[in-house]
Structure formats: structure tokens, C-alpha cells
């Protein structure tokens, strides 16, 4: 072997020697194991695996109208303070506007307005006072709504039991869910469904005007029934205590009232709630989730030990969701599912098979082909082209990416492709014996003038492919990846290791032609 | 061997340029007919550009009737089809809000529940993933066809990148024409494939273009048709036989890569053959519109 370099030798050797070794546990092995060897295994898509894909969008928009509720409270409340009459007042996305009777204080109004609030704009026109959420402090509600969603997400599913779920955040206001295994969602899609914002509330029995008239007075709140919605309650609008202070809560049974939910109160919850019962004894307070009254009991006497149930026309599951809800506290804001998909593991291990198949047989035919074509030389570009698949498993492994049924494609068309940088090889050789060049600068000739052509033909592709990258989601993704993988490692089999493969093959047979 | 190398051509000599303009003619009057059906027919956007639902399960009776009978009241586009064989179904539906949206999923399933015996998958793509979806598939075409100009007209001359852009653009609306008059579903899986079409098309231009340059330099006194025709049969074998056993593999992988990959490797299948064909007629031929001499001999 004079011809060929030992250290080019020892790298052809190390890659395929490692190639072999470290697609092994993706081949041989399917279960997860802590082993660190066999831990360079392929991941296998949600496609691939079964599972379900969910992208959910948090609605912010919900917040900034809540925001301006909030700020339409303080002016009403300041202008109060100045006596000046309010005459009407509109929301727009994110702006407020207010109409007042004059403009005679509105620079006071101001004034004390922005002791409190510095994230908006107020523009004064007349008689009309106008607020504007700025972009900094929507980007802030924004942020703060998706982080805090995001750990709310991660309990509740963590709740519902899901093994190895993916969570994570995807743009401006989106969380990613990956759930493999889980075939059907619908529990999950349930449990993300519901903000799950749980208020107390005391109910006002004695206004029934108001209550009748459908318009509640300044803070107080008009809220519908859960079970009957023509049933309303006037309730405060500021709660006495807020699910943000349950640290417990369980389904349980009552053989009176049925399935409820049992909680317990922080110490904080517990005082709120004891003094609110204490002093509202005969009374009736309102329960109130996700701006619905689930239940109204009178209050007996004071409850002071800081637990309770909440009793309602649960099923059994319906009560234990709940419970789950609670615990995992509120979203800040709704979510909604912009996108899904679900994949059986059936269909999945189908696509596997399919694939496998697909490749085997593909990689034969192609073999078969060149050796029909090249001889010994197809020969020796089949062994470097099952080597080639070796490698691209192996790397799939060692760096941990996840393989899709497009990826799986990616490997197909790659097996017709790799062939390429050979054939680009063999037909120089062919050209260089034409010229009657002796065989063994032949050779040498036929891998030198290929060589820039192999680059920039397989550049090009490359770009398409990384292109493919960026630009692609999941599934995709998971094609340019081994589409990328294949042409590295289609490079390398070619440059290097048919070359030596064309190398040995001539210090053993000592050939002086060779009938390409 | 075995004397089948004679299909591989060897040292050919055929007068590709002579024929240039038949083919430059039938490239035209396709890519015509392709814009044409593309404007008036369109593609046959999947749910992934569309938007709406998708559910693919596995009947007890192979009565896709059945199912229809049960659904179509229900659901005003609903449409239904044999996916592969009998008894799998796929079951589209169109777009209504988000949330309308993700019960259909529920309903379909609770409607036919007794009638099915797997829920093999289900998918919903809401309004705003489908035009992003779509929207970004456009960008990566884009940027792909100009990154890929570009490092052609760094390698090459600016004339060279601006063929094989040529010869690329007409690969792309060949096959996008094919995929609009057979209405295959056009998915996320076929954008993957247009942008493999690209990386296929350009590697088999850029392997004639390496030659053109390189006869270039050898042949300095040689006129351009004749230096074009010796170019491409210099590497006509290699066209070959790389696009074989790249529709080799192709065809496994449609055959019986599974029906979920089929649409892809058809796009593929066609993207090749257009590619090859259009790496000897359309990209060498448009290099006869500039002048590679005098000034650009070295």
C-alpha cells in the first residue's frame, strides 16, 4: 500500500471502526437505557414513535383589556375624587379613551393618574382623555404571560402523568408541546383548556335592581351560573381570595353533595378567607372559575381553619381535573391550539417498517447496478456505500437528533445520491485509460480533476438542504438532517474510502488494465 | 462487465446543440403549460397551507359509503378518500376557527367511533400556522435559489449561475405543473422535495458547467457549440448513471416507503428527470447567450 498514505489510512479506519461501532445501539437496541454507550441512539420522532404535537398560543390580547379594565377603574375612581363627570368611555385594542363632561381638570387627572402608572402614553384632546399601552409594557405583559404559562403548562401536564413530555417556548407568545406516546389528547387539550382562575367573591343579595336592570354598579360585578347561565349574581368585583393562594386540592367525595373538591388555604388564604366569613356570617359568597359561579353556599359561620370544598354537579373525573387545575394554578391568560397533530403508534411503526424497507431494498438495487456497470469497481463503491449508511446512522446517534419520516426519506434518496461522488470518480478514471495513462496514475488522475466537481456539486446541495433547516418545522427539519449527514458522509466514502478501497484492490491484484 | 456497461454511454458524440432548439421550443411550450395550469388550476394545497383537519383511521367494514353517509350531514366539506388501500380512510376537513376547529376533531371521532378499529393519526393546522407554514415555505425557495446563484457566481462566472437559476426555475415549475394537473396533495413533505429538486437540479448543471470551464482552458481556440457539445458528452455517462440510481432509490422509496412519503417521492421522481434533462438542454444552450470570448480567455 505505498500508493495510499498510512495517515489517511488510519483516519479511513477510525471513521468506519467508529461508524460501526456507534450505530450499533441505534440498530440493535430499542429501549432507553442510562448506559452512556448505548445512549447514542437515534431519537425517533413523534411520527415516527406515535405521540402528539400541540402549539399553543398564549392570548394576550385578554391581558391588555384586562390591563385597561384596570386603568378605566382608576380613572373612574380619580375623577370621582375630582368630581368631574365621566360621560363615556371605549376600548380599543389598546388604547382607552375617556369623554368627560369638561376639560377643566384633566391635567390634574393625569397628575394622579401617572403616580401609578409609567408603562403608557396619555394624549389630552379637549375634553377627551386618551391612554395608550406603549410596546414596552405590552412586550412585558407579553413576556411575563408566556413564562408564567409556561411553568403552569409544565405542572399540569406533569399532573396528568404524561412520560417525557417536551415543553418549550416557540416565538413571541407560543409554547411547543411534544407528548410522545400520548395518542389521543384529549384529556391534555382539556387540561390546557381552561385558565383555571379561581376567585372568591361575596354575593350581593339586597341590590336587586341593579341585578335585574343587567348593569352593576361601580365595583361590583354581574356574573352568570355555570350550570344555568340565565341565573346571575351580583357580585364585588374585587375577590376576597384568589386560587393563588390554595396550596392544596383534591378530589374527594360527599355523600351528600356528591363528587367536590376539597382545598386548603396558605396561612394568608386563611386569614382572607376567615375574615371574610367572619364578618359576612348569613351571607352568601360565590365561587367563581374562569368568570363563571360554580357554587354560592351561604356562609354558616366563620371558617377559620383555612379549608373547605367546592361542591358542584361533578363527575368524578370532572372533580379530579379540577383538583388538578387548582393545584397547578392559574394561566394568566387563555391558550388556544393553533396547531395538532397526533400520530398512532401503529402508523408510526408502520412508517419504520415501510422505511427499513424502502432503504434495503433501494441500497440493493443501486448496488447491484453499479456492479453491473462498474465491475470490481461497483464492487468496491457498493461496500463504500453501505459503509456510507453505517456513518449516517452513527452520527444521527452520536449527535442526538431526532429522526422523522422525512428524515427517513432523506436517507433513501441519499443511497441514490452517494453514488454520485463515485461515479464522478470512476468516469474520470474511464476518460483517464482512454487516454492510454497508465493505470495506477490513472487513478490518481481520475480522483484529483473529480475532486472540485464532487465540492461544488455537493455544496450546492448542501445550501438547498441547511436552507431546508432553517427554514423547516419538525418533520422537515429532521429530512435536511440527514439529507446534510448523507452528503458528509457521501463526501468522505467517496474521497476517501473508495479511494482506498481502489488502492487495495490494486497492490493485491497487480493489475496492469482494468475493464472499467 | 457482463456487457451491460453499453447502456452507460462512453465516449459519445452526439450534436446536443444542434438539437438545442427543438428542446429549448418543448422547455418553453411545458413551462407555459405549467404557469397556465399553476395560475388557473393551482396546487391542491394540503391542510398544511390550507388550514382545516385531517383524520386517517382504519375501518372494520372497508365501507368508505359508510362513513360518508354518517359524516356528510354533519359537516359541509367533508371529503373522503381511500388512502392506500381499502380499509384506511382519510377524512379532510375545512377550516372553521380555531376553536370550532379543534372539536371537529372530537366530533369526527365520536360520529364513527363504532365503525372504526384505529385512529391511525389526526391533525389540525389552524389559520394562522397555515399561512405562516406557506409563507415561510416561499421564503426558504427564495433564499435557497439566491444562495445558490450566488456561490455559482463565486465559483464560476456570473453567467454560469445565471443558466443553472435558468435551468432551476424551469425544473421547479415543471414538476410544481405536474403536481397541479395530477392535483397531488401539496404539503410541507413537498416543499422539502422542491427544495431537493433545487440541490438536485444545480448539482447536475454545476457537474457540466466544472467541464465547460475546464474545456474552457484546454480548447481555447475551439468554437462554443462545439466545446459545449464535447462537455456535455464528456460527462453525459455520469448523468446518467447518477440520475439512475438516484430514481433507483426514488422508486423503492415510492413503492414502498409507505403512502404518507408516496407524494413526496413523486415530486422527486419527477424533479430528477426534469433535472437531467434540463442540465444538458436548458442550462448549457442559455450559455450561448453571453460571450465567454475573447475577454473572459485566460
Same mark, same amino acid.
Not at chain 2, 230 to 243: K, P, Q, Y
Given at each position: 500500500?505505498?500508493?495510499?498514505?498510512?495517515?489517511?489510512?488510519?483516519?479511513?479506519?477510525?471513521?468506519?471502526?467508529?461508524?460501526?461501532? $456507534?450505530?450499533?445501539?441505534?440498530?440493535?437496541?430499542?429501549?432507553?437505557?442510562?448506559?452512556?454507550?448505548?445512549?447514542?441512539?437515534?431519537?425517533?420522532?413523534?411520527?415516527?414513535?406515535?405521540?402528539?404535537?400541540?402549539?399553543?398560543?398564549?392570548?394576550?390580547?385578554?391581558?391588555?383589556?384586562?390591563?385597561?379594565?384596570?386603568?378605566?377603574?382608576?380613572?373612574?375612581?380619580?375623577?370621582?375624587?375630582?368630581?368631574?363627570?365621566?360621560?363615556?368611555?371605549?376600548?380599543?385594542?389598546?388604547? /382607552?379613551?375617556?369623554?368627560?363632561?369638561?376639560?377643566?381638570?384633566?391635567?390634574?387627572?393625569?397628575?394622579?393618574?401617572?403616580?401609578?402608572?409609567?408603562?403608557?402614553?396619555?394624549?389630552?384632546?379637549?375634553?377627551?382623555?386618551?391612554?395608550?399601552? !406603549?410596546?414596552?409594557?405590552?412586550?412585558?405583559?407579553?413576556?411575563?404571560?408566556?413564562?408564567?404559562?409556561?411553568?403552569?403548562?409544565?405542572?399540569?401536564?406533569?399532573?396528568?402523568?404524561?412520560?417525557?413530555?417536551?415543553?418549550?417556548?416557540?416565538?413571541?407568545?407560543?409554547?411547543?408541546?411534544?407528548?410522545?406516546?400520548?395518542?389521543?389528547?384529549?384529556?391534555?387539550?382539556?387540561?390546557?383548556?381552561?385558565?383555571?382562575?379561581?376567585?372568591?367573591?361575596?354575593?350581593?343579595?339586597?341590590?336587586?335592581?341593579?341585578?335585574?336592570?343587567?348593569?352593576?354598579?361601580?365595583?361590583?360585578?354581574?356574573?352568570?351560573?355555570?350550570?344555568?347561565?340565565?341565573?346571575?349574581?351580583?357580585?364585588?368585583?374585587?375577590?376576597?381570595?384568589?386560587?393563588?393562594?390554595?396550596?392544596?386540592?383534591?378530589?374527594?367525595?360527599?355523600?351528600?353533595?356528591?363528587?367536590?373538591?376539597?382545598?386548603?388555604?396558605?396561612?394568608?388564604?386563611?386569614?382572607?378567607?376567615?375574615?371574610?366569613?367572619?364578618?359576612?356570617?348569613?351571607?352568601?359568597?360565590?365561587?367563581?372559575?374562569?368568570? +363563571?359561579?360554580?357554587?354560592?353556599?351561604?356562609?354558616?359561620?366563620?371558617?377559620?381553619?383555612?379549608?373547605?370544598?367546592?361542591?358542584?354537579?361533578?363527575?368524578?373525573?370532572?372533580?379530579?381535573?379540577?383538583?388538578?387545575?387548582?393545584?397547578?394554578?392559574?394561566?394568566?391568560?387563555?391558550?388556544?391550539?393553533?396547531?395538532?397533530?397526533?400520530?398512532?403508534?401503529?402508523?408510526?411503526?408502520?412508517?419504520?417498517?415501510?422505511?427499513? /424497507?424502502?432503504?434495503?431494498?433501494?441500497?440493493?438495487?443501486?448496488?447491484?447496478?453499479?456492479?453491473?456497470?462498474?465491475?470490481?469497481?461497483?464492487?468496491?463503491?457498493?461496500?463504500? @456505500?453501505?459503509?456510507?449508511?453505517?456513518?449516517?446512522?452513527?452520527?444521527?446517534?452520536?449527535?442526538?437528533?431526532?429522526?422523522?419520516?422525512?428524515?427517513?426519506?432523506?436517507?433513501?434518496?441519499?443511497?441514490?445520491?452517494?453514488?454520485?461522488?463515485?461515479?464522478?470518480? *470512476?468516469?474520470?478514471?474511464?476518460?483517464?485509460?482512454?487516454?492510454?495513462?497508465?493505470?495506477?496514475?490513472?487513478?490518481?488522475?481520475?480522483?484529483?480533476?473529480?475532486?472540485?466537481?464532487?465540492?461544488?456539486?455537493?455544496?450546492?446541495?448542501?445550501?438547498?438542504?441547511?436552507?431546508?433547516?432553517?427554514?423547516?418545522?419538525?418533520?422537515?427539519?429532521?429530512?435536511?438532517?440527514?439529507? %446534510?449527514?448523507?452528503?458528509?458522509?457521501?463526501?468522505?466514502?467517496?474521497?476517501?474510502?473508495?479511494?482506498?478501497?481502489?488502492?487495495?484492490?490494486?497492490?493485491?491484484?497487480?493489475?496492469?488494465?482494468?475493464?472499467? | 462487465?457482463?456487457?451491460?456497461?453499453?447502456?452507460?454511454?462512453?465516449?459519445?458524440?452526439?450534436?446536443?446543440?444542434?438539437?438545442?432548439?427543438?428542446?429549448?421550443?418543448?422547455?418553453?411550450?411545458?413551462?407555459?403549460?405549467?404557469?397556465?395550469?399553476?395560475?388557473?388550476?393551482?396546487? !391542491?394545497?394540503?391542510?398544511?397551507?390550507?388550514?382545516?383537519?385531517? +383524520?386517517?383511521?382504519?375501518?372494520?367494514?372497508?365501507?368508505?359509503?359508510?362513513?360518508?353517509?354518517?359524516? %356528510?350531514?354533519?359537516?359541509?366539506?367533508?371529503?373522503?378518500?381511500?388512502?392506500?388501500?381499502?380499509?384506511?380512510?382519510?377524512?379532510?376537513?375545512?377550516?372553521?376557527?380555531?376553536?370550532?376547529?379543534?372539536?371537529?376533531?372530537?366530533?369526527?371521532?365520536?360520529?364513527?367511533?363504532?365503525?372504526?378499529?384505529?385512529?391511525?393519526?389526526?391533525?389540525?393546522?389552524?389559520?394562522?400556522?397555515?399561512?405562516?407554514?406557506?409563507?415561510?415555505?416561499?421564503?426558504?425557495?427564495? *433564499?435557497?435559489?439566491?444562495?445558490? @446563484?450566488?456561490?455559482?457566481?463565486?465559483?464560476?462566472?456570473?453567467?454560469?449561475?445565471?443558466?443553472?437559476?435558468?435551468?432551476?426555475?424551469?425544473?421547479?415549475?415543471?414538476?410544481?405543473?405536474?403536481?397541479?394537473?395530477?392535483?397531488?396533495?401539496?404539503?410541507?413533505?413537498?416543499?422539502?422535495?422542491?427544495?431537493?429538486?433545487?440541490?438536485?437540479?444545480?448539482?447536475?448543471?454545476?457537474? +457540466?458547467?466544472?467541464?465547460?470551464?475546464?474545456?474552457?482552458?484546454?480548447?481555447?481556440?475551439?468554437?462554443?457549440?462545439?466545446?459545449?457539445?464535447?462537455? /456535455?458528452?464528456?460527462?453525459?455517462?455520469?448523468? +446518467?448513471?447518477?440520475?439512475?440510481?438516484?430514481?433507483?432509490?426514488?422508486?423503492?422509496?415510492?413503492?414502498?416507503?409507505?403512502?404518507?412519503?408516496?407524494? $413526496?417521492?413523486?415530486?422527486?421522481?419527477?424533479?430528477?428527470?426534469?433535472?437531467?434533462?434540463?442540465?444538458?438542454?436548458?442550462?448549457?444552450?442559455?450559455?450561448?447567450?453571453?460571450?465567454?470570448?475573447?475577454?473572459?480567455?485566460?
Amino acid at each position: 500500500m505505498k500508493n495510499y498514505p498510512l495517515w489517511k489510512s488510519l483516519i479511513v479506519f477510525l471513521v468506519i471502526f467508529s461508524g460501526i461501532i $456507534f450505530s450499533i445501539p441505534s440498530i440493535l437496541y430499542q429501549e432507553d437505557t442510562e448506559n452512556w454507550f448505548l445512549e447514542n441512539k437515534i431519537n425517533l420522532g413523534l411520527d415516527l414513535q406515535g405521540g402528539s404535537y400541540l402549539l399553543l398560543e398564549v392570548q394576550s390580547d385578554v391581558l391588555f383589556k384586562e390591563e385597561l379594565e384596570n386603568i378605566s377603574d382608576s380613572i373612574r375612581l380619580i375623577s370621582r375624587n375630582f368630581q368631574i363627570n365621566l360621560t363615556d368611555i371605549n376600548i380599543q385594542d389598546d388604547q /382607552i379613551s375617556f369623554r368627560f363632561m369638561n376639560s377643566l381638570k384633566l391635567e390634574d387627572i393625569r397628575k394622579e393618574f401617572m403616580k401609578n402608572y409609567n408603562n403608557v402614553n396619555i394624549v389630552i384632546n379637549n375634553n377627551i382623555l386618551k391612554v395608550i399601552i !406603549n410596546d414596552n409594557f405590552k412586550k412585558s405583559i407579553r413576556e411575563s404571560a408566556l413564562k408564567q404559562s409556561l411553568e403552569i403548562v409544565r405542572k399540569r401536564i406533569d399532573e396528568s402523568g404524561t412520560k417525557e413530555p417536551l415543553i418549550q417556548r416557540s416565538g413571541k407568545n407560543r409554547i411547543l408541546l411534544q407528548l410522545p406516546g400520548v395518542k389521543d389528547p384529549e384529556r391534555i387539550k382539556e387540561l390546557l383548556g381552561k385558565t383555571a382562575k379561581l376567585t372568591f367573591h361575596m354575593v350581593d343579595d339586597e341590590d336587586q335592581t341593579s341585578l335585574h336592570s343587567n348593569k352593576a354598579p361601580f365595583g361590583k360585578l354581574i356574573v352568570s351560573d355555570f350550570y344555568d347561565s340565565t341565573t346571575k349574581y351580583l357580585v364585588e368585583k374585587k375577590s376576597r381570595v384568589g386560587g393563588e393562594n390554595l396550596i392544596d386540592a383534591k378530589g374527594s367525595f360527599d355523600p351528600q353533595q356528591g363528587h367536590a373538591v376539597s382545598f386548603r388555604f396558605d396561612t394568608t388564604g386563611a386569614q382572607k378567607f376567615g375574615k371574610a366569613t367572619s364578618e359576612n356570617v348569613g351571607k352568601r359568597f360565590a365561587v367563581i372559575l374562569d368568570g +363563571v359561579v360554580i357554587t354560592a353556599p351561604v356562609i354558616n359561620s366563620a371558617i377559620t381553619g383555612g379549608s373547605g370544598i367546592i361542591t358542584g354537579n361533578f363527575t368524578s373525573q370532572e372533580a379530579a381535573d379540577l383538583a388538578v387545575l387548582l393545584r397547578a394554578g392559574a394561566l394568566p391568560a387563555p391558550l388556544e391550539i393553533i396547531e395538532e397533530r397526533s400520530v398512532g403508534a401503529s402508523l408510526g411503526s408502520d412508517s419504520i417498517d415501510a422505511g427499513k /424497507i424502502a432503504s434495503i431494498i433501494g441500497m440493493i438495487f443501486v448496488c447491484i447496478f453499479m456492479i453491473l456497470i462498474y465491475g470490481i469497481f461497483g464492487l468496491l463503491a457498493s461496500i463504500s @456505500l453501505i459503509i456510507n449508511l453505517f456513518i449516517i446512522i452513527a452520527l444521527l446517534g452520536i449527535i442526538g437528533a431526532t429522526l422523522t419520516l422525512p428524515g427517513i426519506a432523506g436517507i433513501v434518496l441519499t443511497i441514490g445520491i452517494a453514488v454520485d461522488a463515485n461515479v464522478l470518480i *470512476f468516469e474520470r478514471i474511464k476518460e483517464e485509460f482512454s487516454k492510454k495513462t497508465k493505470t495506477l496514475s490513472a487513478i490518481k488522475n481520475g480522483f484529483d480533476k473529480a475532486m472540485s466537481t464532487i465540492l461544488d456539486a455537493n455544496i450546492t446541495t448542501l445550501i438547498a438542504s441547511l436552507l431546508l433547516f432553517v427554514f423547516g418545522s419538525g418533520p422537515i427539519k429532521g429530512f435536511s438532517i440527514t439529507l %446534510s449527514l448523507g452528503i458528509f458522509a457521501s463526501m468522505f466514502s467517496a474521497i476517501m474510502f473508495t479511494n482506498f478501497l481502489v488502492y487495495l484492490w490494486f497492490s493485491f491484484s497487480k493489475k496492469k488494465e482494468i475493464n472499467l | 462487465m457482463f456487457g451491460l456497461n453499453k447502456i452507460i454511454p462512453t465516449n459519445s458524440n452526439y450534436d446536443f446543440m444542434k438539437l438545442k432548439n427543438y428542446f429549448i421550443y418543448l422547455s418553453i411550450f411545458l413551462i407555459v403549460i405549467s404557469v397556465f395550469l399553476l395560475s388557473f388550476r393551482g396546487l !391542491n394545497l394540503g391542510i398544511d397551507f390550507k388550514g382545516g383537519t385531517l +383524520v386517517e383511521v382504519t375501518t372494520k367494514t372497508s365501507d368508505i359509503g359508510e362513513l360518508r353517509s354518517v359524516l %356528510s350531514p354533519q359537516f359541509n366539506d367533508v371529503s373522503l378518500q381511500e388512502f392506500g388501500n381499502s380499509q384506511t380512510i382519510i377524512i379532510r376537513l375545512q377550516n372553521n376557527s380555531n376553536e370550532e376547529s379543534i372539536e371537529t376533531i372530537n366530533k369526527v371521532k365520536d360520529l364513527i367511533n363504532d365503525k372504526v378499529e384505529e385512529f391511525r393519526r389526526s391533525e389540525f393546522v389552524g389559520p394562522t400556522i397555515s399561512s405562516e407554514l406557506l409563507w415561510k415555505g416561499l421564503q426558504a425557495i427564495s *433564499f435557497a435559489l439566491i444562495a445558490i @446563484l450566488f456561490y455559482i457566481w463565486l465559483r464560476f462566472e456570473w453567467q454560469f449561475g445565471f443558466g443553472a437559476v435558468v435551468a432551476l426555475t424551469h425544473d421547479v415549475l415543471f414538476t410544481l405543473g405536474v403536481l397541479s394537473l395530477l392535483k397531488i396533495d401539496f404539503s410541507l413533505a413537498s416543499i422539502a422535495a422542491i427544495l431537493t429538486i433545487c440541490g438536485y437540479s444545480i448539482n447536475d448543471s454545476v457537474v +457540466v458547467y466544472d467541464r465547460i470551464r475546464e474545456n474552457l482552458r484546454k480548447y481555447k481556440k475551439l468554437d462554443m457549440k462545439e466545446l459545449f457539445n464535447i462537455s /456535455i458528452n464528456n460527462t453525459l455517462s455520469r448523468t +446518467v448513471m447518477t440520475s439512475l440510481t438516484t430514481l433507483i432509490a426514488l422508486f423503492s422509496l415510492y413503492f414502498l416507503g409507505g403512502e404518507v412519503i408516496r407524494p $413526496f417521492a413523486f415530486a422527486m421522481v419527477i424533479g430528477v428527470i426534469v433535472g437531467t434533462y434540463s442540465s444538458i438542454f436548458i442550462a448549457v444552450p442559455t450559455l450561448l447567450l453571453f460571450q465567454f470570448r475573447p475577454q473572459d480567455d485566460e
